[in-house]
C-alpha cells in the first residue's frame, strides 16, 4: 500500500502535519490575492477557498475510509496469524499422516507382491493337484485289476482243489475195485485164450485215464491270457486225442 495516497495527479500525504501543510499551501493563494487584487477578485477567492475545503473534506473522507481499510486489513492479519498459529501443531500430524501414506504404499506394494506369489504357490498347488489325482485314478485302476487277478486266482485254487478231491475219489474208487477183485477175475485176466478178462481190464484203465484227463489242473492265466489263448483253448492235447483214437 502507498503511504501517500495519489489525488489528482498528487500525491497526498496521511499524517496530520501533511495535511496542515497541504491546507496552507492551498489558502495562502487566496490569501495574497486579497492583499493583491482588487475587489473584483474576491469571488474568486471565495471559489477557490471552497474549492480547497472541498477537497479538504474528500481527503479526509478519503483518510477516514483508509484508516478503516488499514484496521480492517490488520484485523484480517491478525486472523490469519491466529490461524496460522492454530494450524502450527497440526503440520506434524500432517507429516505424520504424510509418512503413513507412504508407509501404506509401501505395506501396499509388498502385499501384491505376496498376493502374486500366494497366486503362483495356488496355480502350482493346483497342478500338484491334479497330477495327484491323476496318479490316484492309476493306481485305483490298478487295485481293481488287482483284486480282479485275485478272484481269478481264488477261482483257479478252488478248482484245483474240487479236482483233487475228485482225483482222490477216482484213485479210492480204483483201489476199492482192485481189491474186490476175486479168484476168477484174475483167472480171466490170465487166460489166454479168449482174453475177455484183458480185455475187461484195459477198458477200465482207459475210463480212469479219460477221468485223469478231465481232473487236470490247467495253468492259472489271468482274462487277458486265456482271450490271447482262445484258439486252442478248445482243442484237447495231441496225446489225449491219440489215446482216445486208441
Same mark, same amino acid.
Given at each position: 500500500?502507498?503511504k ?25 493563494? &487566496?490569501? &495574497? ?7 473584483k ?24 475510509? @483508509?484508516? %478503516?481499510e ?7 492479519? $491478525?486472523?490469519?496469524r491466529? !490461524? +496460522? ?16 501414506? =507412504?508407509? &501404506? ?11 502374486q506369489?500366494?497366486? %503362483?504357490? =495356488? ?23 488287482? #483284486?480282479?487277478? #485275485? ?15 475228485? @482225483?482222490?475219489?477216482?484213485?479210492? !474208487? ?14 480171466? $485176466?490170465?487166460?489166454? #485164450?479168449?482174453?475177455?478178462?484183458k #480185455? $475187461? %481190464? ?12 478231465? @481232473?487236470?489242473? %490247467?495253468p492259472? $492265466? ?15 492235447? +495231441? ?8
Amino acid at each position: 500500500m502507498n503511504k501517500f495516497p495519489i489525488f489528482a495527479g498528487i500525491r497526498l500525504p496521511v499524517s496530520s502535519k501533511g495535511w496542515l501543510l497541504l491546507a496552507f499551501l492551498l489558502v495562502a493563494p &487566496s490569501w &495574497s490575492l486579497e492583499i493583491r487584487a482588487a475587489p473584483k477578485q474576491n469571488d474568486a477567492a471565495a471559489q477557490a477557498l471552497r474549492k480547497a475545503q472541498g477537497m479538504l473534506r474528500q481527503l479526509s473522507e478519503e483518510k477516514a475510509a @483508509l484508516e %478503516t481499510e488499514k484496521k480492517a486489513l490488520a484485523d484480517e492479519a $491478525e486472523k490469519l496469524r491466529g !490461524e +496460522v498459529a492454530r494450524l502450527e501443531p497440526l503440520k506434524g500430524q500432517v507429516e505424520q499422516y504424510r509418512a503413513g501414506l =507412504e508407509s &501404506s504404499r509401501g505395506a501396499n506394494g509388498a502385499l501384491q507382491e505376496q498376493l502374486q506369489r500366494a497366486g %503362483t504357490r =495356488e496355480r502350482n498347488l493346483q497342478d500338484k493337484l491334479k497330477e495327484i489325482v491323476a496318479q490316484a485314478r492309476a493306481i485305483q485302476n490298478d487295485n481293481q485289476l488287482l #483284486v480282479a487277478a #485275485v478272484r481269478e486266482r481264488e477261482k483257479w485254487i478252488g478248482q484245483c482243489a474240487e479236482n483233487n478231491k475228485a @482225483l482222490i475219489a477216482a484213485n479210492g !474208487e480204483m483201489l476199492e475195485q482192485y481189491r474186490n477183485k476175486g479168484f476168477w477175475d484174475k483167472l480171466a $485176466e490170465i487166460e489166454p #485164450v479168449t482174453g475177455i478178462g484183458k #480185455v $475187461e %481190464t484195459e477198458n477200465l484203465a482207459e475210463a480212469y485215464q479219460f477221468k485223469l484227463q478231465d @481232473l487236470k489242473v %490247467t495253468p492259472f $492265466e489271468t482274462e487277458a491270457q486265456a482271450d490271447a489263448n482262445a484258439d486252442g483253448a478248445g482243442q484237447p492235447p +495231441v496225446s489225449a486225442q491219440a489215446g482216445r483214437s486208441e
